[in-house]
């Protein structure tokens, strides 16, 4: 499984809408931003610290297709970045974060 961290108000967007045209971050960058099970912690505590609202999405990769692809990013690690919008319908868990936890700590609690 793949993760993707973001507000939960888009989250409620993007099931209205049954899919996630991706993030503010997202568009400018081309791309819908993903983590691997041992990324998503980090992101978390790099581009989410001191957030509240936020919900952690689990994507089922076999269900993205070819617009999946897997590219150096941080450290040169290979990230999945999703060329197109996320189908709901890929993601097959959404667990909102609790507002009273760092979302780093929170998204390590989620995947033990």
Do not use: C, N
């Not at 967007?13 to 691997?36: K, M």
Request: glycine share 8%; hydrophobic share 50%.
């Amino acid at each position: 499984m793949i993760y993707k961290l973001l507000p939960t108000t888009e989250w409620d967007e993007a099931l209205a809408a049954g899919r996630l045209a991706g993030t503010a971050v997202d568009r400018q960058d081309g791309f819908v931003h993903l983590s691997a099970a041992d990324q998503v912690v980090e992101t978390a505590r790099r581009h989410f610290a001191g957030v509240t609202g936020l919900t952690l999405l689990t994507v089922d990769p076999a269900r993205l297709g070819d617009a999946l692809r897997w590219e150096p990013s941080r450290g040169g690690q290979l990230f999945p970045h999703l060329y197109g919008p996320l189908p709901v319908a890929a993601v097959v868990a959404a667990q909102a974060l609790p507002a009273d936890t760092p979302a780093a700590d929170a998204v390590a609690a989620l995947l033990d």
